[in-house]
């Protein structure tokens, strides 16, 4: 194993470790990051129901996105969701809860062409976003490791970890 791609697993240890830590009470408020709050893809709300028919639901709001295979993920106020934009230009929108209302959009240069025998799978964003303290953090396809402010859209830091880590 190279001291490289041992740098690199430990941050990647590192900064998930920490942001399942800071969590906290947060985990039965929100749907922060893939599968949940527990990463079991259980609600841990109020009682569902034995069984629901199809005119007890309503769609609230939809939105038409571009290719990704990430989960959306949702806080108090917002729900978040990636896209690859062409092949070059990946994209966090966050949109209001009960309206659908596009509150912003953070976008970076990452995409990519995945090689042939993947190309069947997409070539487009995998990773799900994480929130912790108003932060949102993907990681995405050339490894780049994004934090955006999810009050205003900003990127707060970007990491390219290939060439930070020489990876």
Same mark, same amino acid.
């Given at each position: 194993?190279?001291?490289?791609?041992? *740098? !690199?697993?430990?941050?990647?240890?590192? *900064?998930?470790?920490? *942001?399942?830590?800071?969590?906290?009470?947060?985990?039965?408020?929100?749907?922060?990051?893939?599968?949940?709050?527990?990463?079991?893809?259980? !609600?841990?709300?109020?009682?569902?129901?034995?069984?629901?028919?199809?005119?007890?639901?309503?769609?609230?709001?939809?939105?038409?996105?571009?290719?990704?295979?990430?989960?959306?993920?949702?806080?108090?106020?917002?729900? !978040?969701?990636?896209?690859?934009?062409?092949? +070059?230009?990946?994209?966090?929108?966050? !949109?209001?809860?009960?309206?659908? +209302?596009?509150?912003?959009?953070?976008?970076? +240069?990452?995409?990519?062409?995945?090689?042939?025998?993947?190309?069947?799978?997409g070539s487009w964003m995998r990773s799900t976003p994480i929130i912790s303290n108003g932060y949102l953090y993907i990681?995405?396809?050339?490894?780049?490791?994004?934090?955006?402010?999810?009050?205003?859209?900003? *990127?707060?830091?970007?990491?390219?970890?290939?060439?930070?880590? +020489?990876?």
């Amino acid at each position: 194993m190279s001291v490289s791609f041992r *740098i !690199y697993f430990w941050l990647l240890w590192t *900064i998930s470790g920490s *942001i399942a830590v800071v969590l906290g009470d947060e985990f039965n408020e929100s749907w922060h990051q893939w599968r949940g709050p527990a990463r079991d893809g259980h !609600y841990q709300g109020g009682q569902w129901p034995s069984n629901l028919q199809p005119e007890q639901l309503k769609l609230s709001w939809s939105e038409n996105l571009e290719a990704s295979y990430s989960s959306p993920v949702v806080d108090l106020t917002q729900l !978040y969701t990636s896209e690859s934009k062409k092949d +070059d230009v990946e994209q966090v929108n966050a !949109y209001d809860r009960v309206t659908g +209302d596009l509150l912003w959009s953070a976008m970076w +240069d990452g995409g990519m062409k995945v090689p042939f025998f993947a190309r069947s799978n997409g070539s487009w964003m995998r990773s799900t976003p994480i929130i912790s303290n108003g932060y949102l953090y993907i990681m995405g396809m050339q490894e780049r490791l994004v934090c955006i402010n999810t009050s205003d859209g900003q *990127i707060s830091w970007e990491l390219d970890i290939p060439s930070k880590l +020489d990876t």
